[in-house]
């Protein structure tokens, strides 16, 4: 017997047939032996909505209010799902974030999981009830209920599962698994059996909207062997587990992008130092995150220009930063640009393989396109381009790295 936490992502549990759906999936485990704890996200759009409704209401909202409205969603899937499993036969309830608790921290509309207290949970389940749980929220040490940021219902789920020391959590999400590459744009993306959570985590933050990033560093954290899945059809999907599991290593695993960069250019400042923390410390102070850094010679030879990336949200207020710093910082000008997209070839394989970024450089500059800025990890190559060339990148690269489909 295994004990599994299963998590609907809003698709799976869009309309009322999807909800009954999803309830036939936990049927599917509970015949087999297993125990199951199910973990729900809010119908498709529903977040969105409730979010939009704090907006109308008041531009500078309360940020516990505003968690109190948008973390309702998950309470109405929690509940229609323990009653589809009743109707089922199956002893089911629902649990919000508070009842459980899951206690985090303060930090409201981003708060992190600090606990889960799982021990009636644990009761039930070996009594063959299955707990149907609000996914996105908690409790704050003040008892205000928090929500955990976008996407957040994954890392619910994953902190439940190592809570419960469960053998796998399956996510049911909108696609059938992870992708060699986004399969609307590469045609011959390949579904990839497993992966490991290093690649995951990169393929997350490099912009792969499969997992909220920090579902994936939990994961990772506490072993947890995650699998990603849909709900619609039958087929097995990803498996994101430790590396030791993975038999057919591969150097390159997958390519992602992010369209939601932005690039500044600060131009002709001078080549001394205490230039570099001129720029980014008053960022920094800004919580504006800087991500690729660049520093090129500049035309007249004698000063340097500095090329970076931040969010796309914060372009206007990086901007506005370093206007404000101009005469401390001492520049000749600013080129904001938003037009760019972040492409990043992963994995593992690259620690003991050369030749893995050369082999990007030349396939796009035998593309003609030009490649703006350049970062690197150990398992990651990313290079900034124009936005234009993102579908062309995207598949050429794939062919390069030998990844497409056969036929
Ligand atoms: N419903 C929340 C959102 O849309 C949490 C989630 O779906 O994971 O962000
Ligand atoms: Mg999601």
């Known amino acids: 017997?295994?004990?599994?936490?299963?998590?609907?992502?809003?698709?799976?549990?869009?309309?009322?047939?999807r909800i009954k759906n999803a309830a036939r999936r936990v049927k599917c485990e509970i015949d087999r032996g297993n125990q199951v704890a199910v973990v729900?996200?809010?119908m498709a759009g529903t977040t969105n909505q409730l979010i939009e409704w704090t907006r109308l209401?008041?531009?500078?909202?309360?940020?516990?209010?505003?968690?109190?409205?948008?973390?309702?969603?998950?309470?109405?899937?929690?509940?229609l799902l323990a009653l589809a499993l009743q109707d089922l036969e199956i002893d089911a309830r629902s649990w919000l974030g508070w009842q459980i608790p899951i206690r985090t921290d303060g930090v409201h509309g981003k708060a992190r999981i600090k606990a889960i207290e799982v021990e009636e949970m644990r009761r039930r389940l070996t009594r063959g009830q299955v707990p149907v749980v609000a996914g996105f929220q908690g409790v704050s040490p003040r008892g205000r209920i928090t929500t955990l940021g976008r996407g957040g219902s994954d890392t619910s789920a994953v902190a439940l599962a190592a809570a419960l020391e469960a053998d796998r959590c399956d996510i049911f999400t909108d696609v059938d698994g992870v992708y060699t590459s986004d399969p609307r744009i590469v045609a011959k993306a390949r579904k990839l059996s497993r992966i490991t959570y290093e690649e995951m985590l990169e393929m997350a933050s490099q912009g792969a909207s499969v997992l909220q990033t920090r579902s994936v560093e939990m994961a990772m954290n506490h072993r947890v062997r995650?699998?990603?899945?849909?709900s619609f059809t039958e087929a097995p999907g990803?498996?994101?587990?430790?590396?030791?599991?993975i038999v057919e290593k591969r150097v390159v695993s997958g390519i992602a992008y992010s369209r939601d960069e932005a690039k500044i250019t600060v131009q002709r400042v001078a080549d001394r130092p205490g230039v570099a923390a001129a720029i980014f410390g008053p960022l920094a102070d800004d919580a504006i995150n800087v991500d690729m850094i660049v520093q090129s010679a500049s035309d007249d030879g004698r000063t340097a220009d500095l090329t970076f990336t931040v969010a796309r949200t914060d372009l206007d207020r990086?901007?506005?930063?370093?206007?404000?710093?101009?005469?401390?910082?001492?520049?000749?000008?600013?080129?904001?640009?938003?037009?760019?997209v972040k492409?990043?070839?992963?994995?593992?394989?690259?620690?003991?393989h050369a030749g893995v970024a050369s082999r990007m450089f030349q396939t796009l500059a035998d593309k003609g396109i030009n490649i703006q800025v350049i970062s690197t990890s150990e398992i990651k190559v990313s290079v900034l381009i124009a936005a234009e060339y993102t579908e062309l990148a995207l598949r050429t690269l794939h062919t390069a790295y030998g990844l497409d489909a056969a036929g």
């Open 1 to 17: 017997m295994a004990r599994i936490v299963q998590k609907f992502g809003g698709t799976s549990v869009g309309d009322v047939g």
């Open 40 to 42: 729900v996200s809010a």
């Open 57 to 79: 209401t008041s531009r500078l909202h309360d940020a516990r209010e505003y968690d109190v409205v948008v973390c309702s969603g998950e309470q109405v899937t929690a509940g």
């Open 238 to 245: 990803t498996l994101v587990v430790d590396e030791d599991e």
């Open 343 to 352: 492409i990043s070839v992963i994995g593992i394989g690259m620690r003991s």
């Open 226 to 230: 995650v699998q990603v899945l849909s």
């Open 318 to 340: 990086a901007v506005s930063v370093l206007e404000r710093g101009r005469n401390t910082i001492g520049f000749a000008a600013l080129k904001p640009d938003p037009d760019v």
